[in-house]
Each structure stands twice: as structure tokens, then as C-alpha cells.
């Protein structure tokens, strides 16, 4: 554990300050696409809800970065995305504001220094919503609202500790300390995940150190959510996956209690957090599978307990399902509420009889929806994901050939020790972590913008890290080399482009 720490905590310090001197160096040596993203062209205006530019939305509904929940900046269109930071509105004006009767600066500039490396692309949107305190605009539901409502109490509490902070100041510190302590606990949750689902320690630290080389590393340190999410999601699977996938006869309430809360919060972060359904729909499918692949009789004494333990993956499956699920619900409950509701029909949104605002967000403002990215000139946005899904086309293919070579499909699926023979494939337990990944990456490639993809599984899919791990140990000489390449590119490339207002992941 300790060594998991340390190892998480020097990354982030090697990641920040690689971040932070790139966006200092390079400030005044940007070509001329990337100086349309500098803060300098719009910080001196202070965007309020009264006085917003007209949304670049308008002109082009689908050139925005939105990594929160599945896309970036079309990579030859650098425009665009300066104006996505200036409709997200962060209020940062060159003529220090006085907050009234508090005789403190409200806002400062951050046009230039440390801060300003932290608040490039949709960091502009969480820190606004952060700042208003909740959704102003149609636009902004496409961020769910648990990292913004995160930062805006530690935000609350260091206006209380330096009372002299700006309030913008404030918001990004904030957003940095929760984005950079939620990944070392993140390192520590996949830790204690893996030990449960993988069966080794070993293996376990192995994973643990992956992550904390994954290609998505810049976005684990600035004002991004993913941290958050992963540090929250990780322990909340980890605590599933004991009541779920091991073998109890007592289920441990705290640690059901705690597994629903923290997948809850995990759902309330990013909308990828629904596919925590995955461990208790596989343990529920898993009991009721597994009679008809062993076969036989049983008697009336095992039979019993098969269906009080069903009863029982019943209930835990549907209160995980609730606490994956509600804060999606809950997110376009409020856009209704927000903008469907009080108005005459003739001037409602037309998605308020038709869809949900989340889905009408994606699909008018970021492009998202089945094969509308597949354009020829998101070419190298799709070269930026190939990586991400060459590793889920590879595990795909073990798993299902292993599965194929069974004389016994179902029962090979279902089987510990059928899986545990071949050093392949990764063991049974992982079976739905794998179903999950596949499944973002599918969806990655077919749906939302593709580039984004590397940051959906570095967050959300804790079977890629397990299964680079098996190939790193089965395969030193060949894929493995692949894998230490992308790991070293991505980590160098990320914070020199990120922080500099060039398209990234």
C-alpha cells in the first residue's frame, strides 16, 4: 500500500511539473493555431450569464472539447475550442473585482503563471459550474455535476483558511488538489480491486503501477473530473466486488453500504459509471447459470440455499443498479425542471417531448450519436484512440478463442478452473470487468468522439490495466514493447499539448 502511494504521489509531481513548465516555456512560442486557445484573447472580459457571446454552438454545434463525457477538439480546428473555453464563461478579468463588503479580489487574472495551465478546455466548464453553483445553461448538463459541487465546497473551505485568495484562484486550486489527491487514491482503490478480482498482490501492484503510467495521466492532474471519478469508482467496485464475486456467507452491511455510496457518487461524477451494474448482473447470472452448466441433481438442502443466496444477489444487485443509474436520472430531472417546465409548448425545447437534455446536449452541441464522427478528417482523432482499442480488439479475441477451444462454451464461461489453466486470458472474476471494456470501446468507436476514448477506459475500465499486465509478463519481447512505447509518448506528449491549448485525448 505505502509503495503504491509513493509511486502514485511521484507521478503526479513529475506529471504537474512537466504540465506546468511546458505551459510557461512555450506561452510565447505557440504557432498560430494554438494562439487562438491562448486566455489572453478573452480573459480581460469577464462572461456573465447576462452579457454570454453568442454560442459558437449556433455556427458549429459540434467543434467543442468535452472529455468529461466523451469528446475533444476536432484536431484541426483550434478555433473552436478557444471558444468553448469562453462559452463555458470563467470569469477571470484582467481589473480585480472587490467582492462586496468583503474588500477581498473576487477574480484575478490568470492569463499567464502556474494556475493557467490548469484551466485549459473543459476545465472551463467544470470551474463555472463550480463557481455558479450548479447548471446556468443548456450546455452545461453535458458535465455532471459531482466533481463541480466537490471543488465548490473545497473552494468554500480555503476561502475560510486564505481569505485573501480570489475566488477564481481558489476554484482552481481546489480543482488541482482534489484532481491530484483522487488519483493517489484511485492507485490504491484499482490496488485493493485487483487483489479481489486477479487473486495476487503481485499482479495487483503491477496493475496499481500501470495506472499510475496510464496515457491519460494530464488529465488526472488538471481540472478534469477523471481523477475523481476513478478514485471513487475503483474503491466503489472494490467493495462490490467482495460482496458480489466472493465467496461470503455473511454479506457485510458497511461494506455493502459503503460499495452503493461510492458507486453512487462515481454515477453523480460521469455518466460512465452506470456500467458498475456489470458485478452484480454477472454474480446474479452466475448463480442462476451455474446449476444448468455443471449439470446433474442437487438436493433439497442446496437447492435452498441457491435460492436464498439468489434472493440475496437480488437485492444487492438492484440497490447497486438504483446507485448507478439515479444520478443520471437525477441530472435530467433538473434539465427538465430547468427548461420544460413554466413555459408556454410552443416555446419549450423541442427535446423536452422527445428526449432527455443530456442526450440532446451530446448529440446537438459535441456530435455524439452512431457514426456521426466518422468523417475524414477525424482520421487523426481515430489514430489517437488506435492504441486503446488495438489493447480491447486483443483481449476480445483471446477471451472468445479461449471460450471457442471449450467443449463447453457456458460452462467454460462460468468455471474458476477452466480459466486459471490458461495464462491467456485473465480469470473468471474479471469476466465482467472485460464485458464493461469492450463495451466502452465499442461505444467509443461507433458513438462519441473517438479520441476521447483513451480517458473513458484509463477511468473506467479497470480490465485494461489487467490485461497489459498479463501481456507485459507473458509477452516481454513482443506486444509488450508496444505497450511501454504508447506509455512513454502519451505521457511526454500529453502535458506538452494539453497545457498549451493543443488537441490531445
Same mark, same amino acid.
Given at each position: 500500500?505505502?509503495?503504491?502511494?509513493?509511486?502514485?504521489?511521484?507521478?503526479?509531481?513529475?506529471?504537474?511539473?512537466?504540465?506546468?513548465?511546458?505551459?510557461?516555456?512555450?506561452?510565447?512560442?505557440?504557432?498560430?493555431?494554438?494562439?487562438?486557445?491562448?486566455?489572453?484573447?478573452?480573459?480581460?472580459?469577464?462572461?456573465?450569464?447576462?452579457?454570454?457571446?453568442?454560442?459558437?454552438?449556433?455556427?458549429?454545434?459540434?467543434?467543442?472539447?468535452?472529455?468529461?463525457?466523451?469528446?475533444?477538439?476536432?484536431?484541426?480546428?483550434?478555433?473552436?475550442?478557444?471558444?468553448?473555453?469562453?462559452?463555458?464563461?470563467?470569469?477571470?478579468?484582467?481589473?480585480?473585482?472587490?467582492?462586496?463588503?468583503?474588500?477581498?479580489?473576487?477574480?484575478?487574472?490568470?492569463?499567464?503563471?502556474?494556475?493557467?495551465?490548469?484551466?485549459?478546455?473543459?476545465?472551463?466548464?467544470?470551474?463555472?459550474?463550480?463557481?455558479?453553483?450548479?447548471?446556468?445553461?443548456?450546455?452545461?448538463?453535458?458535465?455532471?455535476?459531482?466533481?463541480?459541487?466537490?471543488?465548490?465546497?473545497?473552494?468554500?473551505?480555503?476561502?475560510?483558511?486564505?481569505?485573501?485568495?480570489?475566488?477564481?484562484?481558489?476554484?482552481?486550486?481546489?480543482?488541482?488538489?482534489?484532481?491530484?489527491?483522487?488519483?493517489?487514491?484511485?492507485?490504491?482503490?484499482?490496488?485493493?480491486?485487483?487483489?479481489?478480482?486477479?487473486?495476487?498482490?503481485? /499482479?495487483? +501492484? *503491477?496493475?496499481?503501477?500501470?495506472?499510475?503510467?496510464? @496515457?491519460?495521466?494530464?488529465?488526472?492532474? %488538471?481540472? #478534469? !473530473?477523471?481523477?475523481?471519478?476513478?478514485?471513487?469508482?475503483?474503491?466503489?467496485?472494490?467493495?462490490?466486488?467482495?460482496?458480489?464475486?466472493?465467496?461470503?456467507?455473511?454479506?457485510?452491511?458497511?461494506?455493502?453500504?459503503?460499495?452503493?455510496?461510492?458507486?453512487?457518487?462515481?454515477?453523480?461524477?460521469?455518466?460512465?459509471?452506470?456500467?458498475?451494474?456489470?458485478?452484480?448482473?454477472?454474480?446474479?447470472?452466475?448463480?442462476?447459470?451455474?446449476?444448468?452448466?455443471?449439470?446433474?441433481?442437487?438436493?433439497?438442502?442446496?437447492?435452498?440455499?441457491?435460492?436464498?443466496?439468489?434472493?440475496?444477489?437480488?437485492?444487492?444487485?438492484?440497490?447497486?443498479?438504483?446507485?448507478?443509474?439515479?444520478?443520471?436520472?437525477?441530472?435530467?430531472?433538473?434539465?427538465? /425542471?430547468? +427548461? *420544460?417546465?413554466?413555459?408556454?409548448?410552443?416555446?419549450? @425545447?423541442?427535446?423536452?417531448?422527445?428526449? %432527455?437534455? #443530456? !442526450?440532446?446536449?451530446?448529440?446537438?452541441?459535441?456530435?455524439?450519436?452512431?457514426?456521426?464522427?466518422?468523417?475524414?478528417?477525424?482520421?487523426?482523432?481515430?489514430?489517437?484512440?488506435?492504441?486503446?482499442?488495438?489493447?480491447?480488439?486483443?483481449?476480445?479475441?483471446?477471451?472468445?478463442?479461449?471460450?471457442?477451444?471449450?467443449?463447453?462454451?457456458?460452462?467454460?464461461?462460468?468455471?474458476?478452473?477452466?480459466?486459471?489453466?490458461?495464462?491467456?486470458?485473465?480469470?473468471?472474476?474479471?469476466?465482467?470487468?472485460?464485458?464493461?471494456?469492450?463495451?466502452?470501446?465499442?461505444?467509443?468507436?461507433?458513438?462519441?468522439?473517438?479520441?476521447?476514448?483513451?480517458?473513458?477506459?484509463?477511468?473506467?475500465?479497470?480490465?485494461?490495466?489487467?490485461?497489459?499486465?498479463?501481456?507485459?509478463?507473458?509477452?516481454?519481447?513482443?506486444?509488450?514493447?508496444?505497450?511501454?512505447?504508447?506509455?512513454?509518448?502519451?505521457?511526454?506528449?500529453?502535458?506538452?499539448?494539453?497545457?498549451?491549448?493543443?488537441?490531445?485525448?
Amino acid at each position: 500500500w505505502g509503495s503504491v502511494v509513493r509511486i502514485a504521489a511521484v507521478t503526479r509531481l513529475g506529471v504537474l511539473g512537466l504540465s506546468i513548465c511546458s505551459n510557461l516555456v512555450l506561452t510565447d512560442h505557440r504557432p498560430t493555431g494554438a494562439q487562438l486557445f491562448h486566455p489572453s484573447k478573452y480573459l480581460d472580459t469577464a462572461v456573465t450569464e447576462d452579457h454570454a457571446p453568442t454560442t459558437v454552438a449556433q455556427r458549429h454545434p459540434t467543434r467543442h472539447d468535452h472529455s468529461g463525457h466523451g469528446v475533444a477538439p476536432h484536431a484541426t480546428d483550434a478555433a473552436d475550442s478557444q471558444d468553448n473555453h469562453r462559452r463555458a464563461g470563467l470569469t477571470e478579468s484582467r481589473a480585480t473585482q472587490q467582492s462586496e463588503g468583503s474588500g477581498r479580489p473576487k477574480t484575478t487574472s490568470l492569463k499567464v503563471g502556474v494556475l493557467a495551465t490548469f484551466t485549459r478546455l473543459d476545465s472551463a466548464w467544470f470551474l463555472k459550474i463550480a463557481e455558479q453553483g450548479g447548471y446556468t445553461t443548456e450546455e452545461s448538463h453535458a458535465f455532471y455535476p459531482g466533481y463541480p459541487m466537490a471543488v465548490s465546497g473545497l473552494s468554500a473551505a480555503l476561502d475560510r483558511i486564505w481569505p485573501g485568495m480570489p475566488t477564481n484562484e481558489c476554484l482552481v486550486v481546489a480543482a488541482v488538489l482534489i484532481s491530484n489527491l483522487g488519483f493517489v487514491v484511485a492507485a490504491t482503490g484499482l490496488y485493493s480491486l485487483s487483489i479481489t478480482v486477479l487473486g495476487s498482490e503481485e /499482479r495487483g +501492484f *503491477c496493475s496499481a503501477l500501470l495506472f499510475c503510467a496510464t @496515457p491519460a495521466n494530464v488529465f488526472m492532474t %488538471t481540472a #478534469y !473530473s477523471e481523477s475523481f471519478f476513478a478514485a471513487t469508482s475503483f474503491w466503489g467496485l472494490a467493495l462490490a466486488a467482495r460482496c458480489c464475486l466472493v465467496d461470503n456467507d455473511d454479506l457485510d452491511p458497511t461494506q455493502f453500504a459503503s460499495a452503493a455510496l461510492l458507486l453512487f457518487v462515481a454515477s453523480a461524477i460521469r455518466s460512465i459509471g452506470v456500467l458498475s451494474v456489470a458485478v452484480p448482473v454477472w454474480a446474479m447470472l452466475s448463480l442462476i447459470l451455474s446449476p444448468l452448466a455443471k449439470g446433474g441433481t442437487t438436493s433439497g438442502a442446496s437447492n435452498l440455499r441457491a435460492a436464498s443466496n439468489l434472493a440475496a444477489m437480488l437485492v444487492v444487485t438492484a440497490v447497486f443498479s438504483f446507485a448507478a443509474i439515479a444520478p443520471s436520472k437525477l441530472v435530467e430531472a433538473h434539465g427538465y /425542471r430547468r +427548461f *420544460c417546465t413554466g413555459g408556454t409548448a410552443g416555446q419549450l @425545447p423541442s427535446w423536452c417531448d422527445k428526449g %432527455t437534455i #443530456y !442526450s440532446h446536449v451530446q448529440q446537438t452541441y459535441w456530435d455524439v450519436g452512431p457514426f456521426m464522427y466518422w468523417q475524414l478528417k477525424q482520421v487523426p482523432n481515430f489514430l489517437l484512440a488506435t492504441p486503446a482499442v488495438a489493447l480491447c480488439a486483443h483481449c476480445a479475441v483471446a477471451h472468445l478463442r479461449h471460450l471457442w477451444s471449450r467443449p463447453a462454451p457456458i460452462a467454460a464461461l462460468l468455471s474458476a478452473s477452466a480459466w486459471r489453466r490458461n495464462e491467456t486470458v485473465l480469470p473468471v472474476n474479471a469476466a465482467p470487468f472485460v464485458a464493461a471494456w469492450i463495451a466502452v470501446t465499442v461505444v467509443g468507436v461507433v458513438v462519441i468522439n473517438v479520441q476521447v476514448l483513451t480517458r473513458l477506459v484509463a477511468v473506467g475500465c479497470p480490465a485494461a490495466y489487467w490485461y497489459a499486465e498479463l501481456l507485459l509478463r507473458t509477452r516481454p519481447s513482443s506486444i509488450a514493447k508496444y505497450i511501454r512505447i504508447v506509455i512513454v509518448l502519451y505521457n511526454v506528449m500529453g502535458p506538452l499539448l494539453h497545457s498549451n491549448f493543443y488537441p490531445w485525448t
